[in-house]
């Protein structure tokens, strides 16, 4: 396997941005988002990276991209290294030399800057993650189910399919705690006419892709879209439907009433609740098999769903 790319650098450039997976860099007119191959399990980044991960992410957010243009214009300006290196230079990057291009070719994306819109648009097609552990409280009480002020069938069990999807917003924040909130809650945030918008074209996204999906044999159980504006016209931004912002079930397997295999990093969650850990950082290392487990599940998806190998990559 390859080495995983823990962090960047870019010399002449400061980092504008570290998230838990992306590097961004401030290019005056547009952005550079990186995505690494850090991984993390529990709001902690875990010290061992998965090689290709961030590749994964990067190139398939490509293949949506493409796929969805017609539905909602998005973010992207170039994913070619001539491009994205003429840009650093013009940026005030001093050198560029062949092992930071073999470094962020694959993993890296020019884009447009936007007003990003504070909250995360969610769609959910199953009852699983947190909304199925919210669901379980309330149906214990009886009564209606209103799962974030949404009315849902009584009786769900794990992984079951909801009659229609649903549009369940979170709140962005800082602590890396992101909270459900009301479809009311994020009109007050965004503003009713946004909001509208929002929710239309997050669950126009998530058909679209779900019905995709479904004819390679996989399953979006949920995925979260993040969108922007630009001159009074949202946008399509960050990641879109990958293994870390979406689950991806695989569908001959797929039975209610219990978790399903996915395409993500289960196979690291899994591995740490075995342990002896509390959850806070430092996160511990991970083991060869557990890195190369999830790493194939990662570049699995990549190749189910897109019908290439993941280095052919995606140019623009």
Same mark, same amino acid.
């Given at each position: 396997?390859?080495?995983?790319?823990?962090?960047t650098?870019?010399?002449?450039?400061?980092?504008?941005?570290t998230?838990?997976?992306?590097?961004?860099?401030?290019?005056?007119?547009?952005?550079?988002?990186?995505a690494?191959?850090r991984?993390?399990?529990?709001?902690?980044?875990?010290?061992t990276?998965?090689?290709?991960?961030?590749?994964?992410?990067?190139?398939?957010?490509?293949?949506?991209?493409?796929?969805?243009?017609?539905?909602?214009?998005?973010?992207?300006?170039?994913?070619d290294?001539?491009?994205?290196?003429?840009?650093?230079?013009?940026?005030?990057?001093?050198?560029?030399?062949?092992?930071?291009?073999?470094?962020?070719?694959?993993?890296?994306?020019?884009?447009?800057?936007c007003?990003?819109?504070?909250?995360?648009?969610?769609?959910?097609?199953?009852?699983?993650?947190?909304?199925?552990?919210?669901?379980?409280?309330?149906?214990?009480h009886?009564?209606?189910?209103?799962?974030?002020?949404?009315?849902?069938?009584?009786?769900?069990?794990?992984?079951?399919?909801?009659?229609?999807?649903?549009?369940?917003?979170?709140?962005?924040?800082?602590?890396?705690?992101?909270?459900?909130?009301?479809? *009311?809650?994020? %009109? #007050? +945030? $965004?503003?009713?006419? /946004?909001f509208?918008?929002?929710? @239309?074209?997050?669950?126009?996204?998530?058909?679209?892709?779900?019905?995709?999906?479904?004819?390679?044999?996989?399953?979006?159980?949920?995925?979260?879209f993040?969108?922007?504006?630009?001159?009074?016209?949202?946008?399509?931004?960050?990641?879109?439907?990958?293994?870390?912002?979406?689950?991806?079930?695989?569908?001959?397997?797929?039975?209610?009433?219990?978790?399903?295999?996915?395409?993500?990093?289960?196979?690291?969650?899994?591995?740490?609740l075995?342990?002896?850990?509390?959850?806070?950082?430092p996160?511990? *290392?991970?083991? %060869? #098999? +557990? $890195?190369?487990?999830t /790493?194939e599940k990662?570049?699995? @998806?990549?190749?189910?769903?897109?019908?290439?190998?993941?280095?052919?990559?995606?140019?623009?």
């Open positions: 396997m390859p080495e995983p790319v823990i962090s650098d870019i010399p002449g450039l400061q980092k504008f941005v998230g838990k997976v992306r590097d961004v860099y401030d290019l005056g007119d547009a952005l550079l988002l990186v690494t191959d991984i993390s399990a529990f709001d902690v980044v875990l010290p990276g998965i090689p290709d991960k961030g590749r994964v992410l990067t190139q398939m957010s490509v293949f949506w991209f493409e796929l969805t243009k017609d539905l909602l214009p998005n973010h992207l300006i170039a994913t290294m001539d491009t994205i290196g003429q840009r650093l230079r013009d940026a005030g990057a001093t050198e560029i030399t062949s092992e930071l291009v073999s470094q962020l070719e694959g993993r890296s994306l020019l884009v447009k800057k007003k990003a819109f504070p909250v995360e648009c969610v769609v959910r097609g199953y009852l699983a993650g947190s909304a199925y552990n919210d669901y379980k409280t309330m149906f214990g009886g009564g209606t189910v209103n799962l974030y002020g949404i009315p849902v069938p009584v009786g769900l069990r794990e992984s079951d399919l909801f009659p229609e999807p649903l549009f369940t917003p979170a709140s962005k924040s800082h602590s890396g705690h992101d909270e459900n909130i009301t479809q *009311a809650r994020a %009109a #007050e +945030i $965004v503003g009713q006419a /946004a509208e918008e929002l929710k @239309a074209k997050s669950i126009a996204l998530y058909t679209t892709a779900r019905d995709y999906a479904a004819q390679h044999g996989i399953i979006i159980a949920d995925t979260k993040e969108f922007g504006e630009i001159d009074g016209q949202i946008i399509l931004i960050d990641e879109a439907l990958t293994p870390d912002s979406s689950r991806f079930w695989e569908a001959s397997d797929y039975k209610p009433g219990r978790a399903q295999l996915s395409f993500d990093k289960q196979f690291v969650r899994d591995y740490l075995t342990l002896d850990w509390d959850k806070t950082a996160g511990p *290392a991970l083991p %060869a #098999e +557990i $890195v190369e487990k /790493a990662y570049r699995d @998806a990549y190749r189910r769903l897109t019908g290439r190998e993941l280095h052919e990559g995606a140019q623009q």
